[in-house]
């Protein structure tokens, strides 16, 4: 079984357009991220949301809305989309940070493509 | 505030040979450090972490990685290299209990026949 999934893979749209990748995880999990991979493979955290309750929220455009329906939902919404917004999207999760077992398990990535 | 350095973008050996990916951090805190590998359009799966226990911690797949306090090192190595090995490696350090992860830059390892 997938541990932590996200739909879709791949997404190709054109600038403007409104999207959104969704993320679940099966690990009973109560953390779950959202990072950008960018084309030099550099990985930046967007987003961290423990118990549905935003806990990181890194210098990212308003465009970009996570919401987590619960612990194991994260969805991330984009509006407007951009040029620069192609990247390699990954969600993650993990424990609460208290438990002692912290590591981020992490989805396959959905690529998204602006045209 | 912590950073990761990893030394070097793309490191090239033969099957067979020795692995050694060189990661230098910077904390504020006692570090928790991760590496993670990622194979070609797949997501990252995690090889080993160190959280404070014993400082030489053994992975997946035959890797292992030696904290050094000191150094402020956590470089990751394998006796001998498979193909299977090519991938991007990342370091990876936060905070105690998993505060912020920061992920190093990548070094990219090429296996030769």
């Known amino acids: 079984d997938t541990a932590v999934s996200q739909t879709p893979k791949y997404l190709v749209t054109q600038m403007g357009n409104d999207k959104s990748i969704k993320c679940e995880q099966n690990?009973?999990?109560?953390?779950m991220y959202w990072y950008k991979q960018d084309s030099k493979k550099f990985l930046k955290i967007m987003f961290s949301y423990n118990n549905k309750e935003l806990i990181i929220n890194e210098t990212v455009p308003n465009r970009f809305s996570p919401k987590s329906p619960d612990k194991a939902h994260l969805n991330l919404h984009i509006n407007s989309l951009e040029l620069g917004d192609s990247a390699v999207y990954f969600c993650?999760?993990?424990?609460?940070?208290?438990?002692?077992?912290?590591?981020?398990?992490f989805g396959p990535g959905t690529r998204l493509t602006v045209t | 505030a912590q950073s990761v350095t990893q030394l070097d973008s793309h490191v090239s050996v033969s099957e067979g040979t020795p692995v050694l990916l060189r990661c230098n951090y910077s904390s504020s805190y006692s570090p928790s450090l991760f590496w993670y590998v990622q194979h070609p359009n797949k997501g990252l799966q995690l090889l080993l972490k160190y959280t404070s226990a014993a400082t030489l911690v053994k992975g997946i797949n035959g890797f292992e990685a030696e904290f050094k306090k000191s150094e402020t090192s956590f470089h990751l190595t394998k006796p001998s290299a498979h193909m299977s090995d090519a991938a991007e490696y990342f370091c990876?350090?936060?905070?105690?209990?998993?505060?912020?992860?920061?992920f190093g830059p990548g070094t990219r390892l090429s296996v030769l026949p």
């Open positions: 690990l009973g999990h109560d953390t």
């Open positions: 990876v350090v936060s905070a105690p209990h998993g505060q912020n992860f920061v």
């Open positions: 993650a999760s993990s424990h609460a940070r208290t438990s002692g077992s912290y590591e981020q398990y």
